[in-house]
Nanobody, 124 residues
């Protein structure tokens, strides 16, 4: 069982930066790929970014590529999402996800565990 707790959301203006953090409990964190997803009102949950178990491989959604950076610290059981140059369309609830013990977490179906989410609101 893996429990995920996100933090760092808030209200910012367009162009600002925000850093989200996710702390995982359980001994298998370093053995799982991790990901960030988001869900805007009235829309389906969508993939944002994923990182491999070692942290050496990352994949981003086209909409955030070049602006967002995912990172992890296996010693601290954390995965972060640095968000720069935020836009109003980035407004959503952001969720941390843990994958199975193999593969990346690049789809909703690929996530084995979810956090409760943290709200990010970007005003234009």
């Amino acid at each position: 069982q893996v429990q995920l707790v996100e933090s760092g959301g808030g209200l910012v203006q367009a162009g600002d930066s925000l850093r989200l953090s996710c702390v995982a409990s359980g001994p298998t964190f370093s053995g799982r790929a991790m990901g960030w997803f988001r869900q805007a009102p009235g829309k389906e949950r969508e993939f944002v970014a994923t990182i491999s178990r070692s942290g050496g491989y990352t994949v981003y959604a086209d909409s955030v590529k070049g602006r967002f950076t995912i990172s992890r610290d296996n010693a601290k059981n954390t995965v972060d999402l640095q968000m720069n140059s935020l836009k109003s369309e980035d407004t959503a609830v952001y969720y941390c996800a843990a994958g199975s013990t193999t593969g990346l977490v690049s789809s909703v179906l690929g996530a084995a565990y979810w956090g409760q989410g943290t709200q990010v609101t970007v005003s234009s």
